[in-house]
């Protein structure tokens, strides 16, 4: 059974830091690219960071413009699993959102901020920034 589990979210000041984790089994997930998507409240899901890997280009990162400089996507790749984080510094009141984690297995430059390229969704883990 895939599950792609969500954790690390809270409150925290705006300036301040908190790192995600998502924990995805259940699949061969070490080809897919991982992202981190975030919707606030009557907005859309909207595309934050991924990462890619293959074993012939190896690992390559997606930032949205609003946190470039800022968020850091990761990855660890074992046997059975897959744990992908989003380190996020300078957090600002704007990025209050749900956040969610995402698994494509056919993700391309193209597509990988696209919701709908995505196979598999977290539950998605809460983030407020308060001013």
């Known amino acids: 059974q895939v599950q792609l589990v969500e954790s690390g979210g809270g409150l925290v000041q705006a300036g301040g830091s908190l790192r995600l984790s998502c924990a995805a089994s259940g699949g061969t997930f070490s080809s897919y690219a991982m992202g981190w998507f975030r919707q606030a409240p009557g907005k859309e899901r909207e595309f934050v960071a991924a990462?890619?890997?293959?074993?012939?280009?190896?690992?390559?990162?997606?930032?949205a413009d609003s946190v470039k400089g800022r968020f850091t996507i990761s990855r660890d790749n074992t046997k059975n699993t897959v744990t992908v984080y989003l380190q996020m510094n300078s957090l600002k009141p704007e990025d209050t959102a749900d956040y969610y984690c995402?698994?494509?297995?056919?993700?391309?430059?193209?597509?990988?901020?696209?919701?709908?390229?995505?196979?598999?969704w977290g539950q998605g883990t809460q983030v407020t920034v308060s001013s």
């Open positions: 990462n890619t890997w293959s074993a012939w280009s190896g690992s390559n990162t997606y930032y």
């Open positions: 995402s698994a494509g297995a056919q993700i391309t430059i193209a597509t990988v901020g696209r919701t709908d390229a995505y196979d598999y």
